[in-house]
Structures are given as C-alpha cells and as structure tokens.
C-alpha cells in the first residue's frame, strides 16, 4: 500500500447542508429552527442575563469587595545567585541585567531569601524579602532601597 492509494475514511468529507430552499431539500419552511417565537426570527439573539421583567440575578446579588487594578510584578532574584557576586560589589537591576539574571532593568526587582550569602555586598533594588534583608545585614551588607 502507498501513500496516494490510501482513501478518505467513511464519513470524513460531511456535506454542509443547506437550509430555507423549499419543502424538497427536508429542510424547508421553518429551516429547522422549529415554530414561531423569539429564538426562530433573525437577528438580534436573546441577551444573556435578562430575565423578562424579573429583578436580574447580577442585580439581585450584594455589590462585595474591589479589585486591584495592577497588581505589582517583580522580577525575582535569589539570594544564593548572588552569592557568586565579588565582595563589596553595588547590585543594581543595571549589574543584574549584565549578569544575566534578570531580562530586563526598567522593571521592578525583588530579592529572595533562598539560599545563603557570606560576602558583604551593597544591594540597590526595590523590594526585599525579610530573611534576605536579615542575611544580607547579617553578611556586613548594605541595603538601599529604590523609591519607584
């Protein structure tokens, strides 16, 4: 067997059917849509959440709450990442974009407490989290926060 003998599978190809031409195509008069009433005219179709003169559901319900138009997005960086980093060195989102760990320094960058930091280093970014600020301290760090 090749591949150009090989056949459409039965049922494969299906006809679209065509609908409104007369009572002799079977699908004639009504077009399938059943009798009269709202849903078999054209146009504009029911719209969703309208209940006749009924108060609607989403009326009905207690207003709760608000959402947050943007949330704020960090760019995360480890802690053990900069344990790599030269003694005495100014981490800033520019030093982390050079290294690579991080795509891009227009955007905000937060620090992470994972991992273990030994060497002094003077950290200039956005946010911190609080065991990353206490390692960092801890190593004979400075932290110098960035006000956006």
């Known amino acids: 067997m090749f591949l150009h003998e090989i056949g459409k599978p ?11 031409r007369g009572q002799g195509s079977g699908r004639g008069k009504t ?13 504009r179709a029911i719209i969703h959440g309208l209940e006749g003169g009924q108060m609607p559901l989403i009326r009905r319900l207690p207003k709760v709450g608000f959402r947050v138009r943007r949330r704020t997005v960090y760019q995360l960086v480890k802690l053990s990442m900069l344990s ?3 003694e005495g060195t100014l981490v800033n989102p520019e030093f982390l974009k050079e290294k690579g760990l991080i795509k891009n320094s227009a ?9 273990e930091i030994s ?10 989290s609080k065991s990353a600020e206490e ?5 004979g760090g400075k932290i110098e926060p960035i006000k956006k």
């Open 10 to 20: 039965k049922g494969a190809r299906k006809k679209k059917r065509i609908v409104g």
């Open 31 to 43: 077009s399938g849509r059943g009798e009269n009433g709202q849903k078999s005219r054209s146009g």
């Open 84 to 86: 790599k980093i030269k």
């Open 107 to 115: 955007k905000r960058v937060k620090i992470l407490g994972l991992g």
């Open 119 to 128: 060497k002094p280093l003077t950290v200039q970014v956005h946010a911190l």
């Open 135 to 139: 390692k960092i301290v801890k190593a």
